[in-house]
């Protein structure tokens, strides 16, 4: 106490010395601040100063003026204890508080002192106490405001002073009062009357300034207690929607405030009403607090709401105002661009740490992407947000994100167009995004499913163009990958991405070209048309226009040599390829934009360019495979590219010349030689009799090709150029490719050779066939291909001519081919071993050698097997074509073939053919402009006598021979080129074998292409259905409704009857295609459904809802006149396929299944009047039942009344007939049907939706009643086993027995639990019916092991196991249900399918005989109303067959 004393003194001295001057100063100041009120009364305000600077002293603060920190001498927590004693035990209390604030507020009154006290207090240094005091100290008001009965009077005296220094701004110091003062007040102990604060610090944000209230707002939650946070945030919330500036304040206030959720929801709610509003620079905020204020309840509705509202489209400008504002754009514009992007960039940010920390958030977000179920609804954000999630680490995110870009994609709703716009207006932000961009887009360029694929070739585009050059390293180096995998829809995109980088940004992938060389050294996993492509882009980069990859050149160069020299036919074809895709880049033709002229191309180039040429003939010559493929590579160059008018001459000149030097010879010649068959003219549509046309010279170049191959195997030495009848056809498509370039699409210059001959044999020598010798015959087959070949090379090149005398000379070509090819087949039946020569030269010709032993041999023909066999040629055909064949001097003798044709007509029927199926690869390609003929109607001509007086009139049909022939080759194109389903990859270790041979034209064209020329060919392909049809209506008419009368023509109804179903495979291929479904080519769907409308309807201006019901009216009509099953079967195909393209597939169900029933109900007999029957068939009917029971209604009415009624029918009937109703279910087909109806039963229980407690009891009876339709179903089919006890009935038994009672297990026995008690017996009728199933099944099981049979016992380890799981639960059920007394469990014998006990099985082991006595220690007490529930079968099963391993359970399908 004495030193405290001594203390206290010496502070008064040195206090005592500055009253005055402080007194004085505070005075001035106050004057000076308060002009024109009067000033307090000198003495009191004395007093009051007195009194506050005696109890600061007293407790330990020195108070400093001017400048200098106030000292304190104690710790903060001993000045405010004895602050408060002082006060408490001052006589005056509590008035002496008054005289303290009084003191207080006088005391700052002066700005310097005011700040003094609002800054820190500084420790006071003396040799005494000063090491005691901690180095930090709050200031003198904050440590007052600690001081519970001064805070409330502090804390007003604070808020009375802020509003003077609300306008001063920032001291010199940078210091801001207002928010000094507001500090004051943050983090208090204890706030005393918390409610009272708020209120005045909400008074103050109403008149402050925007910077003070920002600093109050963001201060609320430091400074109040929780009780006040509620009606805090209240306030707070309807100043937001009275003012957007303080948004960011107070979201930040409200995120730290605790909410109740209801209030929680209500200020989001608020919240998201302003956030059209809100300044773009506050948008990150409210975004981050929107998704930060979720809850699990609610994220998917706040999610999607914010989804809806946030428009980042309006973020950035439009294109034309970018590209305006780019040329006049001063630094303002830019920096208000740059914020705009940076916003975008924060409010993602928030967004991703959303989705990244919640789970919920996540989900929420792909939830509301995936519920978009319109294009134009679907946002920018959309796919940011996609790439957000698949950039988080987690798994399930990164999976989710793909799988709705995938189905947005492959449904069309998420476009090009926006993924353009997002690239385009977001670039920078895309580009945080790039690896998960690369990855995705990796992903859908693998996927199988062709939908997706140009999307990811598209994104791949795009970061190509937008990104930097790291990213465009990285996008090349991805796209050389997928060119390297080997996997042919992955290597094509990727190819073709390239190629068009490379048209796009030459400069910038010259960079980068380096990286495609590369794919130099994995062309032996490339096709041709790949190596083309690979060629094509290589070329480009290093000898196109500008040359910016000029440093490739000579690795080129060295490739192309090495290639074009090895002996290796494959490398070989890969030189030839490589040479002639460079020769198109050097020497391409370049126009000069804004020149008068065009400059010719460099002499030097001009050089480079024909010493390539002149290396890649020299190098090809000695092989007639290698001459042929350049000549065909050629071709494709002249086709698809612009070659300089030098380059183009001179190519065309040299083809000219040595087509006519090799293969044309003058008719005046004549022909000498020895050959295996007398030499004749043949097949001459010109009639002039002149000695100066010409023919080609087939025979003798065939002949002189064998002696040369002879003579080549005997000699070593390397053979010089040869001539070889390989090379005609290609040599010709080269020269009229050649003819039309030169001569704009005029082929007269080499129109004779549609007319002339061809020197070939008589083919009346095919009759003698096995009168020759093996290498007469194969010399034989020889000539035919090459014929018929070079028959489609010359319709190829002559079918666009508009003259009616050459398209009469090519339906001419049409018959003769079709002629041709019985011949050959019968050639070819009794050749065996025979491999015919290469047509299509860019395959690997090693296939050839291993087709001897696949080409398969036809036995004698049978009608009914439902394959279609290409008998003679029709009537009309043979005779037109004999008919305009005018005889010359050396064909006089082909007259009497006609009367040998009809001579043996009879015999032609029975003799043996071949399929020419297998042979496809070795006839030439026919281009898609060949199918232009099929729009050919009825074409007739004039041949004028020397009077020019009409002699003779000739019409030329396009007869059924010749339509089939052009049909067969239409649907191999459109099943080629149109994928209707995603494809399934090959396995790994599997052999693929070459698809794509026999399409090398058709792979060059894109599959929208080839969809729009089909469409173009609909009306009339539409025209032939309607003849069809009407041929069929007549027949049936003319013979009383069969088809098989005695006036029946058999081979032209076969033939008919193919075009029929021919044509309705092309439109069921055609409109099966993917693409449909493709925003782009819904104008081509809307187009092609328009074709069949109009047939029905006329012409007018249709919805697709429409078009799509007229179409399918249109196709309906078929349905009467129907000449086989799998003609019927293609019809229901078709309809089923147009109906899928409208809105509304259900809509159609009823009237499909209606007309598949008719089928199905028809008798179905072939021309020869014998009943359809065989694989085939089987096969259409299986198809054609799945229709009809997938379209019903009810499918499980439909199976009873087939099981109920039509198989009762059968067995009623004869053996060899069928069902009365059902002419199609015999005992033949039975099986068919019985696997349908046993499959289809199946599904639809497992379509029968799952029971819940929740139930009502209208539901729970519905549900009810359905599984017992069922399971009466299940029964009657298990029964007809006893009757049909085939193998492969009891295998389908076996195999859907399981996965039915697997069903009932999983789906109806829940409902058995809740249903129980309410509906007892009808469970209980239930359960005794499916107990006689089970039984049955359980025979058979016995049945399948004593017969040890493989195939039916690899399904009974699985089946006991359900059996068995089948018993338990049915005791689970009634426990649940306390009934566990009516269970009982017994022995069951082993029995055999009729029922009959298996005596063997007592005596074969003894672990039976202990299961059996370890089971009659079971209850066998039997109750009442559920004594048959007890399934008796399975304990048998649990003890009796032993335990069932896990390995053995297994499902073995068929």
């Not at 035919?784 to 339906?811: D, G, H, P, Q, S």
Request: aromatic share 6%.
């Amino acid at each position: 106490m004495m030193r405290k004393k001594r203390r206290s003194c010496v502070e008064t001295v040195v206090e005592g010395a500055n009253t005055t001057t402080t007194t004085n100063s505070t005075t001035k100041a106050k004057k000076s601040r308060t002009t024109g009120r009067p000033p307090k009364e000198s003495v009191s305000d004395d007093t009051n100063q007195s009194v506050f600077t005696k109890f600061l002293r007293e407790a330990g603060v020195t108070v400093k003026r001017g400048a200098t920190s106030n000292e304190i001498a104690v710790d903060q927590v001993v000045f405010q204890k004895r602050i408060e004693q002082q006060l408490r035990k001052n006589p005056n209390y509590p008035g002496i508080i008054q005289e303290f604030i009084t003191g207080l507020e006088s005391h700052i009154e002066d700005p310097e002192n005011f700040r003094n006290c609002l800054l820190p207090c500084v420790p006071q240094l003396s040799d005494g106490d000063g090491s005691s005091v901690s180095s930090f100290q709050e200031s003198l008001l904050r440590m007052l405001l600690g001081i519970e009965i001064l805070q409330t009077s502090t804390i007003n005296t604070l808020l009375e002073k802020l509003p003077e220094f609300m306008l001063d701004g920032a001291g010199d110091a940078g210091i801001s009062v207002p928010r000094i003062i507001i500090n004051q007040l943050k983090w208090l102990d204890r706030v005393v009357d918390s409610k009272e604060l708020a209120a005045k610090l909400m008074e103050l944000v109403s008149v402050a300034p925007v910077d003070v209230q920002r600093d109050i707002i963001t201060s609320l939650p430091e400074i109040l207690e929780d009780s006040q946070h509620n009606d805090i945030a209240r306030e707070l919330n309807s100043l937001l929607q009275t003012n957007t500036q303080l948004t960011v304040p107070i979201l930040d206030a409200l995120s730290s405030l605790n909410l109740s959720s209801s209030l929680l929801t209500e200020v989001r709610g608020a919240v998201m009403t302003t956030l059209a509003a809100v300044q773009l620079e506050d948008l990150p905020v409210v975004v981050k607090f929107i998704l930060h204020s979720v809850s699990v309840l609610d994220a998917y509705e706040v999610v999607n709401n914010l989804r809806k509202k946030l428009e980042l489209e309006q973020c950035v400008l439009p294109p034309a105002l970018q590209l305006s504002q780019s040329r006049t754009r001063s630094d303002g514009a830019a920096a208000a661009a740059s914020t705009a992007g940076s916003s975008v960039a924060l409010i993602l940010d928030g967004i991703k740490s959303a989705v990244r920390f919640q789970k919920t958030i996540s989900e929420a977000w792909l939830k509301a992407i995936d519920s978009v179920d319109e294009s134009e609804n679907h946002k920018v954000i959309d796919l940011l947000v996609l790439f957000i999630l698949h950039s988080t680490n987690a798994n399930q995110s990164r999976r989710g994100a793909e799988r709705v870009l995938k189905s947005k994609v492959r449904t069309g709703l998420i476009q090009e167009a926006l993924l353009q716009k997002t690239f385009r207006d977001h670039s920078q932000v895309m580009r945080g995004y790039f690896p998960s961009i690369l990855a995705v887009a990796q992903c859908l360029l693998r996927s199988p499913d062709p939908c997706v694929v140009p999307f990811g070739g598209h994104m791949y585009q795009l970061s190509f163009i937008e990104f930097d050059s790291y990213c465009q390293q990285e996008v090349v180096g991805s796209l050389v990958t997928h060119v390297c995998s080997g996997v042919g829809g992955e290597v094509d995109m990727a190819l073709e991405l390239l190629c068009g980088l490379v048209t796009e940004k030459p400069s910038e992938m010259a960079l980068y070209a380096v990286f495609v060389k590369g794919i130099l050294d994995y062309m032996d996993n490339l096709t041709p048309q790949q190596i083309r492509r690979l060629f094509h882009l290589l070329s480009r980069l290093a000898f196109g226009q500008q040359q910016q990859g000029a440093h490739i050149q000579d690795d080129m160069h060295i490739v192309i040599r090495k290639q074009l020299s090895s002996m290796v036919p494959k490398y070989k074809r890969i030189g030839i390829i490589g040479a002639v895709m460079i020769v198109g880049s050097m020497g391409a033709f370049q126009p000069k934009v804004k020149e008068v002229k065009d400059q010719p191309l460099p002499q030097e180039t001009f050089r480079q360019v024909t010493a390539l040429l002149e290396l890649v003939r020299s190098s090809s010559d000695s092989s007639p495979e290698a001459a042929a493929l350049y000549y065909d590579e050629l071709a494709n160059l002249i086709l698809s590219s612009t070659l300089d008018p030098q380059v183009q001459e001179n190519i065309a000149k040299s083809v000219l010349d040595d087509f006519q030097d090799d293969f044309v010879v003058d008719l005046g010649k004549e022909i000498t030689g020895s050959f295996p068959f007398p030499a004749r003219l043949m097949y001459n549509l010109d009639e002039e009799e002149s000695q100066e046309g010409i023919a080609i010279n087939l025979l003798p170049l065939l002949a002189k090709d064998i002696q040369n191959n002879r003579e080549q195997l005997s000699q070593t030495k390397r053979a010089n150029k040869r001539v070889s009848p390989l090379c005609l056809s290609p040599f010709f498509r080269l020269l009229r490719l050649c003819e039309e370039k030169q001569h704009h699409g005029d082929l007269e210059e080499i129109d004779a050779l549609l007319g002339c001959p061809l020197v070939i044999t008589g083919l009346d020598v095919v009759e003698k066939i096995n009168s020759l010798s093996k290498a007469e015959r194969e010399f034989l087959c020889n000539l035919l291909f090459f014929t018929i070949n070079w028959f489609r090379e010359v319709i190829n090149a002559f079918c666009r001519l508009k003259e009616t005398e050459m398209k009469m000379k090519v339906m001419t070509r049409l018959q003769n081919i079709t002629y041709l090819q019985t011949l050959l087949e019968r050639a070819l039946a009794g050749t065996s071993g025979y491999v015919p020569p290469v047509a299509n030269f860019d395959g690997e010709t090693s296939d050839a050698a291993t087709f001897a032993s696949t080409a398969p041999v036809n036995k004698a023909k049978k009608d009914g097997t439902g394959k279609k066999k290409r008998k003679a040629p029709s009537k009309s055909s043979s005779e037109n074509s004999s008919l305009l064949e005018e005889p010359t001097e050396a064909n006089e003798t082909q007259q009497p073939e006609k009367e040998k044709e009809k001579e043996k007509e009879k015999e032609k029927e029975t003799w043996q053919g071949v399929s020419l199926v297998s042979y496809r690869q070795f006839f030439r390609e026919l281009d898609m402009e060949v199918l232009s003929v099929l729009q050919c109607g009825l074409l007739s001509r004039s041949l004028l006598d020397s009077e020019l007086q009409t002699k003779v009139q000739e019409e030329v049909l396009l007869g059924p021979a010749e339509l089939v022939f052009l049909l067969e080759d239409m649907l191999r194109k459109v099943e080629f080129s149109l994928t209707s389903a995603p494809v399934k990859r090959a396995p790994f270790f599997k052999t693929r074998t070459d698809k794509s041979v026999g399409f090398s034209h058709l792979q060059q064209r894109s599959a929208k292409d080839i969809a729009a020329c089909c469409v173009e060919l609909l009306p009339a392909l539409c025209s032939h259905l309607e003849n069809c049809h009407n041929h069929f209506q007549t027949l049936l008419s003319e013979n009383n409704g069969v088809v098989d009368g005695p006036a029946t023509d058999v081979q032209e109804q076969q033939l008919m009857s193919s075009c029929y179903q021919l044509l309705l495979q092309v439109l069921n291929t055609t409109f099966s295609w993917s693409g449909f479904s493709l925003p782009g080519q819904r104008g081509l769907l809307k187009k092609a459904l328009g074709v069949l409308a109009e047939r029905l309807k006329g012409r007018s201006e249709l919805t697709l809802e429409q078009l799509v019901k007229h179409s399918f009216e249109y196709l309906l009509n078929f349905g009467s006149t129907m000449p086989s099953l799998s003609t019927a079967l293609c019809l229901s195909q078709l309809l089923s396929t147009v109906s899928e393209k409208g809105g509304n597939p259900a809509a159609y169900r009823e009237q499909t299944a209606s007309l598949a029933k008719r089928f199905l109900s028809q008798d179905w007999v072939t021309a020869s009047g014998e009943k359809e029957r065989g694989n085939k068939f089987n096969e259409a009917l299986h198809t054609l039942l799945r229709i009809y029971l997938d379209n019903v209604d009810d499918v499980l009415k439909a199976v009873e009344e087939i099981a109920g009624e039509r198989i009762p029918e059968l067995l009623n009937a004869p053996k060899n007939e069928s069902s009365p109703t059902w002419p199609t279910l015999n005992r033949q087909t039975f099986l068919v049907f019985y696997k349908v109806m046993m499959a289809e039963l199946e599904k639809a229980v497992r379509k029968i939706p799952a029971s819940k407690i929740s139930d009502n009891a209208e539901a729970q009876s519905e549900k009810l009643l359905t599984w017992n339709l069922a399971v009466r179903d299940f029964h009657v089919l298990v029964n007809l086993v006893k009757v049909f006890d085939s193998r492969p009935v009891l295998n389908v038994c076996l195999k859907y027995g399981r996965l039915f009672l697997e069903s009932f297990l999983k789906l109806g026995m829940p409902l058995l639990d809740y249903s129980f008690k309410r509906h007892k017996e009808d469970v209980q009728s239930l359960l005794k019916t499916f107990q006689l199933s089970t039984r049955q099944l359980h025979h058979m099981c016995g049945y399948s092991k004593i017969h040890q049979d493989t195939s039916l016992t690899n399904h009974v380890p699985a089946l006991k196991k359900s059996l068995e799981l089948f018993v338990y639960r049915v005791k689970a059920t009634l426990t649940l249900n306390n009934c566990q007394e009516a269970f009982w469990i017994g022995n069951l014998k082993n029995r055999n399918l009729k029922g009959e006990e298996i005596l063997s099985q007592r005596s074969q082991g003894s672990d039976e005989e202990e299961g059996e006595e370890e089971h009659s220690l079971l209850p066998q007490e039997k109750s009442e109303d559920e004594g048959q529930e007890s399934d008796s079968e399975e304990p048998k099963m649990i003890n009796g067959e032993g335990n069932v391993a896990e390995e053995d359970i297994t499902d073995d399908s068929e």
